[in-house]
């Protein structure tokens, strides 16, 4: 079985983006991969300066995915930093690729564009990254299309030290790019923490449903025939309820059912998918020791892994 492994950076309290776009799709893997999900607290420090902060959404993603149903007998979760063979391998990795392509890097470069002066984390994020996907024999990595480029020089460093130091030392992975839409938010735009667009995850459901209502919609009379393809309420529903969409644009098209009636009834079908693991999610989350021990044995699982393929590296490179 090959093994798929994907890094979740804890810098937000997961939102329905997150949960829509990337936490259900990288769940449904498990049912063909060996999976590994990792929380990468260490990446997280280029923007989450809060140490506080940084324990908290360490937990409540590591919660949110265990409500959504990551199985932790099943996959391998555990925290990136726990594991400190990743700083070994980036330096080796580090040692093999030119500057110049970490200066192409997307997010590198994007953070000049906007006049910032981007740290050195900033810079080498690529390299700690690519050591997260080498270190545990990825074969595929599920990611969405803005990581493709850091895949990509994975791929690139892995087949190079290889090349140098011996073929079958590193497997080379591949990006496992979802084809899922995008998650629109509130808006209309792609929905993010940044934006201010963002629909609660595990929020009481009065909450939900305030943030459900605040969607921005056209204002047709309530007889009028409505257009469902583009609109937010719609697109978000063909997601949460595929089975009921065509039944909603039906509805829209014929007139007489109006948008607030169209947003209590993806209202109903967010609260059906996620009742229940709002449930669940405050309980685990309530458990701070459970999630630590839940944490703490994902990590000595993890470190099999990275010793016995630091072993390798170690005395492919000449360092034993
Ligand atoms: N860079 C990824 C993101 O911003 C998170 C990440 C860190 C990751 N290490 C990884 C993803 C390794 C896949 C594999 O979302």
Avoid at 29 to 53: M, Q
Avoid at 263 to 274: G, I, M, N, P, R
């Amino acid at each position: 079985m090959k093994t798929s492994l994907t890094g979740i950076k804890p810098t937000n309290n997961p939102h329905l983006g997150n949960y829509l776009g990337a936490i259900r799709p990288a769940l449904a893997l498990a049912r063909s991969y060996r999976t590994l999900y990792f929380i990468a607290d260490y990446h997280a420090l280029t923007t989450v300066r809060d140490p506080a902060l940084l324990r908290q959404y360490t937990r409540d993603v590591t919660a949110a995915w265990i409500a959504s149903g990551l199985d932790p007998a099943q996959t391998l979760l555990y925290r990136q930093s726990d594991v400190r063979e990743v700083f070994e391998l980036a330096w080796v990795l580090s040692c093999l690729l030119a500057t110049g392509q970490l200066e192409r890097g997307h997010a590198y470069k994007a953070a000049l564009d906007r006049g910032e002066a981007p740290s050195a984390g900033v810079f080498n994020y690529p390299v700690l990254m690519a050591a997260d996907i080498l270190l545990y024999d990825a074969h595929v990595v599920p990611v969405g299309e803005d990581q493709r480029q850091h895949i990509e020089l994975t791929r690139d460093v892995a087949k190079r030290l290889n090349h140098l130091y011996g073929e079958g030392t590193l497997v080379v992975p591949e990006a496992l790019v979802d084809d899922a839409p995008l998650v629109p938010g509130t808006d209309g735009e792609k929905m993010s923490k940044s934006r201010g667009n963002a629909l609660p995850l595990f929020a009481p459901a009065s909450e939900l449903r305030k943030a459900v209502m605040r969607i921005a919609t056209s204002s047709e009379p309530l007889e009028a025939p409505k257009e469902p393809e583009g609109s937010v309420v719609y697109r978000l529903y063909r997601q949460v309820a595929p089975a009921r969409a065509d039944e909603m644009a039906t509805k829209l098209r014929a007139g007489g059912y109006g948008w607030g009636h169209a947003k209590q009834d993806l209202f109903e079908a967010l609260e059906a998918e996620l009742g229940p693991k709002r449930e669940r999610y405050q309980a685990i989350r309530a458990d701070e020791a459970g999630l630590e021990a839940t944490l703490a044995a994902g990590a000595e699982r993890a470190r099999a892994i990275a010793a016995a393929t630091m072993r390798r590296v170690r005395h492919a490179v000449g360092i034993d």
